[in-house]
Structure formats: C-alpha cells, structure tokens
C-alpha cells in the first residue's frame, strides 16, 4: 500500500497516509507527467506534502479547489500546515445561483412525472432511481411517524428539575417491560432566565424532543414557575396523543417523584403496544455529522456517508447534513446543488446569517480548526470544510431548515446549526433524524437524543476505541472499495434502526444539548 494519496488530479499536495519519513521519495503524477519528489522534512500521517513548488501567496490546492494560500514560498517535498498557508476566505460575501447540471435533468424529470409520485434523487454513481425497497424493523406511531426506538423520555422544562428528572427515570426503569427499551431523562440547563431567540430555541427543541417518533411515551417534567413552563410549551407541542404524552407540575405535587413514576407506569403500558415491523428504509431521517476531524476525514469517512446519504435518498429516504460554520469556505458547492432558486436563496442566509453571529460577538469568522483538527492535519477552515461538506454526498439540496425547524421534504437537508458536537447532533435529533451518522479522526463518547453511529477515519483509531467506535472507515485506504463498504454502511444503518444498539447506548449515555446565544437573566 502506497503512503500518499493525491485526492484530485489538479491538487498540488498529497496527503500522507502514514508518515512519510524526511528523505523519501515518491513518485506521483504533476500536471499529466510523473514526477519523483523527495520530502524534505516528516510528513506525518493526515498531513500535506507539496508536489510542487508554490510561491508565497500561491494557491494551495486539495479535493481540487482552494484550500488557502501560501504564506510563504513553498517548494516540492515541504510539509504544509497552519505554519505556511493560511485561509484565503473572506466575509460576507455575495454569491450567484449557477446550478449543477444535475438541477436542471431533476427538473425535467420532476415535470414528466408530475403526480406520478416521484421522489427526490441523488445523481452520484451509487444512485438507481429504480432501486430496490429495503425495509427495516420500526415502530409505527399512531401520527404516521416512524421510530427506530421504543423509549420513554423525560423531559424537563427547565435545568431546575433536572436531578429530580434523573432520579425519576433511574427508579421507572424499574417498570421497563416487553418492547419498552429504558426510561431515559433529558436534562439540560435552560428554560429559564433567558431572553428573545435563546428562548425561542428552548421551546422548539423540547417541543421537538416531545414529538421524535423514537420515543413511545413522554413525560414532561416542569417546576411551575419557570418561564418556559408546561401551558407556555404546549402550543409548540400541538396537537398530541394524551396516552402517549404526559405532564406534571413539581410545585403542584406533594410527592413529584412518585407521582412521576405512576404516570411513567402507564406510559410503559401504552408503549409496550408498539412491536417492531417491517418499515421501508424511505421512512429513515438519517442526520451527518463530524467532530475530531484527522487528515483521513475528507477521504475515508465523510465521503463514505456521503455514498450512503445517496443510497438512501435513492430509496426515498431523507438526510440532514448541518454545523453550518464547516461549510464556510465550500458553501458554494452546496449552493449550486440547490434544486431551485428558493433555496439557493435560503442557504445564502443559512451561510451569512451565521457569519454575522460571529461578527455580532467579534469574533474571528474562519479560524473554525480545533487544535484536535490541526493535529490530525487540518490546516484551514476551508480544508475542513471541503472534507466535511462531502458528508452531502452528489444528491441535489432538497430543504433548508432554520434550528429548531422538523424535516419535512424528503431528500437532502442542510440545517442551521453550530458545529459544536452536542449541540449540533441535538438539532439533527430535533429536526427529525431517528439516527445520527457521527464521523470522527479522533474520537469521541458524547451520545445524542438518538443512536449515534460513530464511524472512525482511520483502523488505528478504531482498534484502540472499540468501546466507542461503531464502523471503521479506516479500511477504505487498505483494502476495501468505496461501493462495498457503502453498502456495509447501509446494512449497518439498518441494523442499527432495526434495534442494534450502537456502542454509546451500551454504555448508558444520551446526552442533548441547546443552542445559546444570547444574555442570561
């Protein structure tokens, strides 16, 4: 196996796939002609090599575009990272609608078929618009919802419940019966003491939360006084079903935990109503996120989802690809897959609207990078981006949602949200994913609302993280191809919504967390 990979023929790096040792040489195709360049220096596994010299302010090229600039000149066989490029990003920029070509053979096809009940479509190599049903094992909810879970949840309204929330869950598991999972409690700090937008957010993902089709019973959980209490949260609720959702008041109940747990009681019998059964795959609400990203998150793992997002949208299935932050830098990839002009207009503001909540707390828009990123060989927010962006796959973008804002179209979905792992995967789960494809280089625990595939970069991360690591991307630089393991991924998925536990749910961790933004009272 060779120690490099050049992603795109017009790149003018390769990345290492182990560490290439200072004197080596590789011999690797520069503009059409073989060339044999020697590294001046270690190129660490993840990392970037020159294959030819750029000058200073030349354009550093990976995945085929511009991943920044360099600061100095650099030649043939040096290392590049954050010590000699730098982004080349600006602001708020304007953009134009210039539409793949793709756009306009969807558009054809859609007016054709019109009332025939044509469903979106990807048009990547691993798209068959006559593809095979494929079903999975779920649970039918009485609104036309489809879980992949058949937990109860409780739900507190605001971070003063918190503990009492835990404690009622750790005692109703006790209860646990037939097809019913576990009790599970949502704690988090808010709903309280928080003005305009951040309040606003509160609601919607508790409302959110409330009616994930993951869930076969809910009991919310308020204190009495809060600002986000129980009568303010029901109009975002809606309409529900009263066997399936429950609610109680700490301050009215002489014992709030014990009267809990009697409502959590007959929950569990509702629930223990819903059996597994055969459900199409085009029912899946599938989101993609990354976090911890190496040098291999661009070329194993995050174009692996991709294939997969454009296998299920193929069935009828739907994908949510959001932290809008790491799309900075490869937004216009994304906007020119906009299946109209309405929503090319809606990312644009998906983008600037969030450059302006970084300029809005002066802070510094594209310096994006963790220092985990950078280790792994990220150098530049535009490096990251083009690598996460890939997660999208070659499908058209079929919605835009605000945060806070359910799925409803199926097909392709970018939503508004931090790039913050927790935070991010909580919006995925709100939003509507029964399930959240998570890549990562480095690795992570963290837990969603909902099963939380994490898939690995890299074998070396894979082998050492087993009690974290769900799939192992890592293979596609050895010896597996892209088609086989995008089916294996997909097999997996279906596994995993057919009750497969994944390796954060062995462990007894769900996490969720909310968007903040503005002042605490």
């Not at 937990?151 to 097809?179: D, K, L």
């Not at 970018?414 to 790039?419: C, N, Y």
């Not at 998925?493 to 909310?514: N, P």
Request: with cysteine; net charge negative.
């Amino acid at each position: 196996m060779q120690n490099f990979l050049k992603i795109n023929d017009n790149d003018n790096v390769v990345v290492a796939l182990n560490a290439i040792p200072r004197g080596e040489t590789v011999t690797v195709e520069v503009s059409g002609e073989e060339s044999r360049i020697t590294a001046r220096e270690e190129i660490p596994a993840g990392h970037k090599m020159a294959v030819c010299d750029i000058p200073a302010g030349g354009e550093v090229v990976k995945y085929g575009y511009r991943i920044g600039n360099a600061r100095e000149d650099i030649p043939a066989g040096a290392w590049i990272h954050t010590h000699n490029v730098g982004t080349a990003l600006g602001e708020l920029l304007e953009y134009s609608y210039e539409p793949v070509a793709a756009v306009a053979e969807a558009a054809a096809k859609e007016s054709s078929e019109a009332g025939m009940g044509s469903v979106a479509e990807g048009f990547g190599a691993e798209t068959d618009t006559a593809a095979e049903d494929i079903t999975f094992m779920g649970f039918k909810r009485s609104d036309g919802q489809v879980g992949v879970r058949n937990e109860i949840w409780v739900v507190p309204t605001v971070g003063c419940v918190n503990n009492v929330a835990t404690a009622i869950a750790r005692q109703a598991n006790a209860f646990v019966r037939g097809s019913v999972q576990e009790v599970i409690a949502f704690p988090h700090p808010y709903g309280c003491s928080q003005m305009g937008d951040d309040q606003e957010h509160t609601r919607a993902i508790l409302a959110d939360l409330i009616r994930h089709p993951n869930a076969g019973g809910v009991l919310v959980l308020g204190l009495g006084c809060e600002n986000s209490n129980i009568d303010v949260l029901k109009p975002y609720i809606g309409d529900y079903d009263e066997n399936r959702v429950k609610f109680l008041v700490a301050q009215e109940s002489e014992d709030e935990i014990a009267d809990a747990v009697e409502l959590i009681k007959g929950l569990i019998d509702y629930a223990a109503g819903f059996e597994r059964e055969p459900v199409s795959v085009s029912k899946l609400v599938i989101g993609m996120k990354c976090g911890g990203s190496d040098g291999l998150s661009g070329i194993t793992a995050n174009p692996l989802v991709g294939r997969f997002s454009d296998l299920l949208i193929a069935r009828g299935g739907t994908t949510i690809l959001t932290e809008v932050p790491e799309m900075f830098g490869a937004e216009t990839i994304l906007m020119n897959r906009c299946a109209n002009e309405e929503l090319f207009h809606k990312t644009v503001d998906l983008i600037n609207d969030f450059k302006k909540y970084f300029k809005s707390h002066n802070q510094t828009i594209y310096e994006n990078p963790s220092p985990g990123n950078k280790k792994g060989g990220i150098s530049t927010l535009e490096d990251k981006s083009l690598g996460c962006t890939q997660k999208s796959g070659s499908a058209l973008v079929r919605g835009v949602l605000q945060y806070g804002e359910r799925v409803g179209t199926p097909g392709l979905n970018l939503l508004s949200a931090p790039g913050n792992d927790l935070v991010a995967a909580t919006a995925l789960a709100a939003a509507g994913a029964q399930i959240v494809l998570f890549t990562t280089g480095r690795g992570t625990p963290f837990a969603s609302p909902v099963p939380t595939v994490k898939i690995s970069t890299n074998s070396t991360l894979a082998n050492k993280k087993a009690n974290w690591i769900d799939f192992n991307a890592g293979v596609l630089v050895e010896d597996k191809s892209m088609t086989q393991e995008a089916r294996h991924l997909f097999d997996y998925v279906v596994e995993v919504a057919s009750g497969r536990q994944v390796c954060s749910e062995v462990a007894g961790f769900h996490d969720m967390a909310i968007f903040k933004q503005g002042v605490t009272l």
